[in-house]
């Protein structure tokens, strides 16, 4: 029987699986970690319950959103009333106007002078910087989002590529425009936004779920702790995978006849044997990704916190979100047993940050989390470090040609395709990875679907 290997078991992956089983097909798939659901799994701390980092469900297909009911046993969290906050000059607010708007008033003068000025003359633009300074005036940009943006990136937003803002900011010009009934600006949208969805038990449980699901129906093997380490190609087609057992290092072969990637792209082409043309390793070698930490704590059950979400827009503190998940998953966190809480810190995998041992950050999470949201430290019942390689491609200038060079030479393969969020080194949703994934199965049962990284004001997949 011919045998599809899924390289990595998160949204994009599980849902090729599933299409392919649900087809009859054999499918064999791998991921390095020793749980199903790539950067959207979830864990279990003195009760509560975890996602390492949050994670919403916007699906824009039907067929995408009743696959997830399908498995989500437990129902959605409703949605919170306290939805979101952020950190600013020391203190919360519910807003960004908010948080602008509370600071003294010769500053906000300020900012307000710095905007009308860029709006009147803006720049040209050429990087993530240029784009922000225009739509928010360089006061606000330079005190306000510089901080946090920084944070995410770990590079100065000089070299980032404007096309990730491009696609969320909204133009004050065109604001302004509508307010004096002078229209400008995209027509509204035709239909209704699509509200925002979370299990109940969080995403991990709905992964986990499908993961039993794919199993029992006797077409699929999962391979966890297993790490794709070369891919042996001939004649343009991938004749074998190559993993390696993370326990043991021992190293398996498995004959296969099509393989849809999701890793992230780097290592993808690192992993073709024979290995790939100059330029495309050169390309490849120019990606980068930031990785994550996230410390996770129980606090007590009477602790009143602020918020579901608290965006932080400040350098004075590392953290750059805190997210209670009680908020979010409803039931997930029951409250005899604690407020569950994650502080997510970006870092590189080899700097001093991610090298701190879990007793460093816990002291470091609870000083900022008291700072932050006025919380004692000894309200902490529990403490657990997840530690993510690869959680978000870096999209420095440039990164479009480098990941089209890529592509191009991918494409030349007749059996392989690469999809997801690290596979198209791109931003979504665990709702688009999933619709990747489902179409990337159907080219693979006969179909014709062009999947293709996001642009400025494109779909992931066409």
């Given at each position: 029987m011919a045998v599809t290997a899924v390289l990595g078991a998160g949204p994009a992956g599980l849902a090729a699986a599933w299409e392919l089983s649900a087809a009859g097909r054999s499918v064999a798939l791998f991921d390095r970690e020793g749980a199903v659901g790539g950067l959207c799994r979830s864990f279990d701390l003195e009760g509560c319950v975890f996602d390492v980092g949050p994670h919403l469900f916007k699906p824009r297909r039907a067929e995408v959103g009743a696959l997830w009911d399908r498995?989500?046993?437990?129902?959605?969290?409703?949605?919170?009333?306290?939805?979101?906050?952020?950190?600013?000059?020391?203190?919360?607010?519910?807003?960004?106007?908010?948080?602008?708007?509370?600071?003294?008033?010769?500053r906000v003068i300020k900012m307000?002078?710095?905007?009308?000025?860029?709006?009147?003359?803006?720049?040209?633009?050429?990087?993530?910087?240029?784009?922000l300074r225009n739509l928010r005036g360089d006061a606000i940009y330079r005190d306000f989002y510089r901080p946090r943006e920084e944070k995410f990136w770990g590079d100065s937003l000089?070299?980032?590529?404007?096309?990730?803002?491009?696609?969320?900011?909204?133009?004050?010009?065109?604001?302004?425009?509508?307010?004096?009934?002078?229209?400008?600006?995209?027509?509204?949208?035709?239909?209704?936004?699509?509200?925002?969805?979370?299990?109940?038990?969080?995403?991990?449980?709905?992964?986990?779920?499908?993961?039993?699901?794919?199993?029992?129906?006797?077409?699929?093997?999962?391979?966890?702790?297993?790490?794709?380490?070369?891919?042996?190609?001939?004649?343009?087609?991938?004749?074998?995978?190559?993993?390696?057992?993370t326990r043991t290092g021992e190293e398996h072969e498995h004959a296969v006849d099509d393989v849809i990637s999701t890793i992230p792209?780097?290592?993808?082409?690192?992993?073709?044997?024979?290995?790939?043309?100059?330029?495309?390793?050169?390309?490849?070698?120019?990606?980068?990704?930031?990785?994550?930490?996230?410390?996770?704590?129980?606090l007590s059950p009477e602790v009143d916190f602020p918020a579901d979400r608290i965006d932080v827009f400040s350098d004075d503190v590392e953290v750059y979100r805190v997210t209670r998940f009680r908020g979010l998953a409803g039931t997930s966190g029951r409250a005899e047993r604690g407020v569950p809480v994650c502080l997510e810190y970006y870092c590189f995998a080899d700097d001093a940050s991610w090298r701190r041992d879990d007793a460093s950050w816990g002291v470091v999470a609870r000083h900022e989390l008291e700072q932050i949201a006025g919380v004692d430290a000894s309200r902490v019942l529990a403490s657990s470090v997840q530690r993510l390689r690869e959680a978000c491609p870096i999209q420095q200038r440039g990164y479009r040609g480098w990941v089209a060079v890529i592509l191009d030479a991918l494409a030349g393969f007749?059996?392989?395709?690469?999809?997801?969020?690290?596979?198209?080194?791109?931003?979504?949703q665990m709702s688009h990875s999933m619709e990747c994934g489902l179409l990337a199965a159907r080219n693979v049962l006969g179909e014709d679907h062009r999947i293709v990284p996001p642009g400025a004001g494109e779909s992931v997949v066409f």
């Open positions: 498995f989500c046993d437990d129902g959605y969290a409703p949605a919170g009333e306290d939805a979101a906050c952020l950190y600013f000059g020391g203190g919360l607010h519910r807003s960004n106007a908010d948080a602008i708007l509370d600071q003294p008033w010769r307000g002078g710095a905007l009308a000025a860029r709006l009147l003359r803006p720049l040209r633009v050429a990087s993530a910087e240029d784009l000089t070299r980032i590529d404007p096309s990730f803002y491009a696609t969320q900011a909204v133009d004050p010009r065109v604001v302004i425009a509508r307010r004096l009934g002078l229209g400008g600006g995209a027509a509204p949208r035709a239909e209704p936004e699509v509200p925002a969805r979370y299990p109940k038990s969080g995403a991990g449980r709905l992964y986990g779920r499908l993961a039993e699901a794919l199993t029992a129906s006797g077409f699929a093997r999962i391979c966890l702790d297993a790490e794709v380490v070369r891919l042996v190609h001939a004649g343009g087609r991938v004749r074998a995978v190559i993993s390696r057992d792209l780097k290592a993808l082409v690192r992993s073709l044997q024979p290995g790939l043309s100059g330029p495309v390793l050169d390309a490849a070698a120019r990606l980068r990704h930031r990785d994550l930490v996230t410390v996770n704590l129980v007749e059996n392989l395709q690469s999809v997801g969020r690290n596979g198209l080194f791109s931003y979504n």
